[in-house]
């Protein structure tokens, strides 16, 4: 019988467009890989039982020796094996960026005396989209392959917090085109090409699918796991971390907002939120825009703060991600430019992905969902709203 890691090599084989497996983990940066493929194995155990009578798979999930800050979802066919494949740009850039960040002095300064950091080298390389060229860019500058971590622990533990929501946004985003039946949806529109959710390899391979269907698709991904990111975290009570260092749900909102907004200017946010309908991919702009509105629905749902304090607290947050990105030397965008989620371009075009959705995708992919997994928190939080 095959281990995980000899199917895993062989889907990687399958296709010209996927790298190979990241392999041997040098040992200086293995553990944020092993924490998150512990992560994962804990989602899938949970996932497993909702599988639906006679429709189970197996999930394998491994790292490619990619850069870039991506994933990939897939069904291997010959074994009838799910495929998630994480970038090692994925699990790198995100806390690479988080660790300058809370390094810095004035970045979150009033989070256990920020101000004795100190504002280093390292702190002028700005946001890198691809982990091998920040490499290149630190040895042709004679600096260390990783940035210094912050020398407050409890700094450190909110940066790595950062990059594990940002990871597990990515994660659940992947799993669930394989449990609702998105992989095989596209497999029966295009053919034998992974579904994938890096653009360089959409653009090759939208062949037959729509750019609505593949919007659609994507869009319904990220909506699931905003849901399961944004409500777990105003739900969770077992984390001592969290609850020591964010105990209301303002402060929750405040460093998902930090967080998700800082790896979406990894991903390329920026401000362009027209380009629409020219790309097989939801544009990042427009996928950021449509993940509040996703959050935002589920606070106004539980009417547990009001939708005021999360605009408010989802500004702050983006507010201070731009600060610390223009301390790490990062390009500056305001966001008052990000388009928002009550837009009228936001508003448009999540309409015509819904209707679209419930007219042509929704009734093809029942037959193929492995899961019911609604993977939603529809449980009110019992965190308290206010610190008062």
């Known amino acids: ?23 041997p983990i040098p040992l200086e940066m293995a553990d944020p890989f092993a924490k998150q ?65 809370l390094s810095h002095p004035l970045c979150l300064y009033e989070l256990d005396n920020g ?49 594990e929501l940002c990871w597990d946004f990515i994660t659940i985003h992947e799993i669930i085109h394989i449990v609702h039946g998105h992989v095989e949806y596209c497999y029966t529109n295009i053919g034998a090409i992974p579904f994938v959710s890096n653009a360089k390899y959409a653009a090759s391979n939208a062949t037959s699918l729509s750019s609505k269907d593949t919007q659609t698709i994507e869009w319904w991904a990220d909506d699931k796991a905003t849901a399961v990111i944004f409500g777990g975290l105003l739900k969770t009570k077992k984390d001592p971390d969290i609850n020591e260092f964010f105990p209301t749900l303002e402060q929750r909102i405040f460093i998902w907002s930090f967080a998700m907004y800082t790896f979406f200017r990894i991903w390329g946010l920026e401000v362009n939120q027209y380009e629409l309908l020219t ?27 009001s939708a005021e304090t999360f605009d408010e607290q989802v500004r702050k947050g983006q507010i201070s991600a731009e600060n610390a990105i223009r301390c790490i030397g990062g390009p500056s965008i305001s966001p008052s430019e990000i388009v928002g989620w009550n837009d009228p371009v936001i508003r448009d075009r999540l309409k015509i992905l819904n209707e679209h959705f419930e007219d042509v995708v929704f009734p093809k992919i029942m037959d193929r969902k492995f899961a019911y997994v609604p993977l939603t928190e529809n449980e009110m939080p019992d965190v308290v709203p206010t610190s008062s």
């Not at 291997?76 to 995100?94: E, N, R, S």
């Open 1 to 23: 019988m095959k281990t995980p890691e000899e199917i895993f090599d062989e889907w990687t084989l399958s296709s010209p467009y996927i790298l190979h497996r990241f392999y």
């Open 37 to 101: 493929k512990s992560r994962f194995d804990e989602r899938i155990r949970q996932i497993r039982e909702q599988f639906i009578p006679g429709r189970n798979i197996d999930i394998y999930c491994d790292y490619i020796d990619d850069g870039t800050c991506n994933a990939i979802a897939d069904i291997y066919q010959p074994l009838q094996v799910g495929i998630v494949a994480l970038h090692k740009g994925l699990i790198l850039l995100p806390i690479d960026t988080f660790y300058k960040m």
């Open 115 to 163: 101000g004795h950091e100190s504002s280093l080298a390292q702190h002028n390389e700005g946001i890198q989209k691809d982990w091998d060229d920040l490499i290149r860019l630190r040895k042709h500058n004679k600096r260390s392959n990783y940035a210094l971590t912050p020398l407050s622990i409890m700094r450190k533990r909110i940066a790595e917090f950062c990059a």
């Open 279 to 305: 790309r097989s991919h939801l544009p990042q702009t427009v996928r950021y825009a449509l993940m509040l509105f996703c959050a935002k629905s589920l606070i106004i749902k539980w009417g547990t703060v």
